[in-house]
Each structure stands twice: as structure tokens, then as C-alpha cells.
């Protein structure tokens, strides 16, 4: 718990900070990537394959789906930040055994 200048307390909110890490790791393995396809290996595979053009291969839609994550995973945090709270009432919520 941290405090504000009038003395009251908020959550810590260190999940967004521990996300950065592994999301900026994914992102720039993403980026790197494509220069794979100018090796000897993958254009003995995938003729004429060059960076960011993969060739006689395809990249399938896991790169895709992955760029999509990357995205997600830095622009949702923000929209959360933003979006409209619900006023909830102060009547606790019953809970079932």
C-alpha cells in the first residue's frame, strides 16, 4: 500500500510494471524474428526468402496471433486505466457456503 499527499492509502499496482518486462522480451524477439529469413538455412528451405519476405515459406498466423498479443498487452492496460468506474453500493455483497 502506498500513500497520496492527503494521507490515504492505494494498492500497489506493480502487475502493470511486472508486464512490461516480458511484453517489451516478446516485442523485440517479434522485431528480430524476420531476420532469420536471410539465412543460409531458411533460404536453402524457403527459395528466395529474404528479411521480411519469408519466400516459398509462410509465417503462419502464431507470428500473427503474437504481434496481436504484444498489441493487446500495451494498449489494454491504458483503456483500463480510463474506462468508467462503477459506483457500487456500500451493502456488503452476500457470500454462499
Not at 538455412?41 to 521480411?52: D, F, M
Not at 498489441?71 to 456500500?90: D, G, R
Request: net charge negative; aromatic share 12%; hydrophobic share 40%.
Amino acid at each position: 500500500m502506498t500513500e497520496d499527499s492527503g494521507g490515504r492509502s492505494h494498492p500497489d499496482v506493480g502487475v502493470g510494471r511486472d508486464l512490461g518486462r516480458p511484453v517489451f522480451i516478446m516485442a523485440s524477439g517479434l522485431l528480430v524474428y524476420p531476420f532469420g529469413l536471410n539465412s543460409a538455412t531458411v533460404k536453402e528451405y524457403c527459395e528466395n526468402s529474404s528479411i521480411y519476405y519469408a519466400g516459398d515459406c509462410q509465417i503462419g498466423w502464431g507470428y500473427m496471433l503474437a504481434i496481436v498479443g504484444v498489441m493487446l498487452a500495451v494498449f489494454l492496460p491504458f483503456f483500463a486505466k480510463y474506462a468508467p468506474k462503477e459506483h457500487t453500493s456500500p451493502t456488503a455483497i452476500p457470500t454462499i457456503l
